[in-house]
T-cell receptor, first 109, second 116 residues
Framework: DAKTTQPNSMESNEEEPVHLPCNHS???????IHWYRQLPSQGPEYVIH???SNVNNRMASLAIAEDRKSSTLILHRATLRDAAVYYC??????????FGTGTRLTVIP | DSGVTQTPKHLITATGQRVTLRCSPR?????VYWYQQSLDQGLQFLIQ???????AKGNILERFSAQQFPDLHSELNLSSLELGDSALYFC???????????????FGPGTRLTVT
């Protein structure tokens, strides 16, 4: 399975934007880039996904590099509720998710 | 609320025993996935079912098995339990995961298994 690399942890001040990076240099042409997050004591939660173009939804934006070897999850205004572990995952034809260690986001009030 | 339900929430049992975890997918979702989350291994994919048929296997031990029933609910059976099986077990569901397509998965709240 293609691998992703994320920083172990990041901090952000409340109400400021957060850019969570992910490197995936071995991505193949058919891999989708998915982001999930896991809040404390909860199951993972889908955030956003994309293939080639940047994507926006109500939760976040996903910026994908032109060569697709990296991507950035953007939270436009971090809230305390956004404190979670964020996982960047490459999905192949099979729909299974292979989670790495993710980035633990701390939001400072 | 993801729409995926899991029972029980907590389970405490002894080594050597057998337990069954239950999952009901979101209405309309045909595919069910099982994941294990432990402190040392992180979140690991175990097995996937689609409309009653096994679709994919991950790091699932031979002591573990699963099935999906005609009403689409799924059960994960764990037998000959060991201390190392203590973990959170998550179920997720998605719509028809056609190969080449990509669908988000919706996770349940998990079952916390403690083996003593």
């Amino acid at each position: 399975d293609a691998k992703t690399t994320q920083p172990n942890s990041m901090e952000s001040n409340e109400e400021e934007p957060v850019h969570l990076p992910c490197n995936h240099s071995t991505i193949s042409g058919t891999d989708y880039i998915h982001w999930y997050r896991q809040l404390p004591s909860q199951g993972p939660e889908y955030v956003i996904h994309g293939l080639t173009s940047n994507v926006n939804n109500r939760m976040a934006s996903l910026a994908i590099a032109e060569d697709r070897k990296s991507s950035t999850l953007i939270l436009h205004r971090a809230t305390l509720r956004d404190a979670a572990v964020y996982y960047c995952i490459l999905k192949t034809g099979a729909n299974n998710l292979f989670f790495g260690t993710g980035t633990r986001l701390t939001v400072i009030p | 609320d993801s729409g995926v339900t899991q029972t029980p929430k907590h389970l405490i049992t002894a080594t050597g025993q057998r337990v069954t975890l239950r999952c009901s997918p979101r209405s309309g979702d045909l595919s069910v996935y099982w994941y294990q989350q432990s402190l040392d291994q992180g979140l690991q994919f175990l097995i996937q079912y689609y409309n009653g048929e096994e679709r994919a296997k991950g790091n699932i031990l031979e002591r573990f098995s699963a099935q999906q029933f005609p009403d689409l609910h799924s059960e994960l059976n764990l037998s000959s339990l060991e201390l190392g099986d203590s973990a959170l077990y998550f179920c997720a569901s998605s719509v028809d995961p056609q190969r080449g397509s990509s669908y988000e998965q919706y996770f349940g709240p998990g079952t916390r298994l403690t083996v003593t």
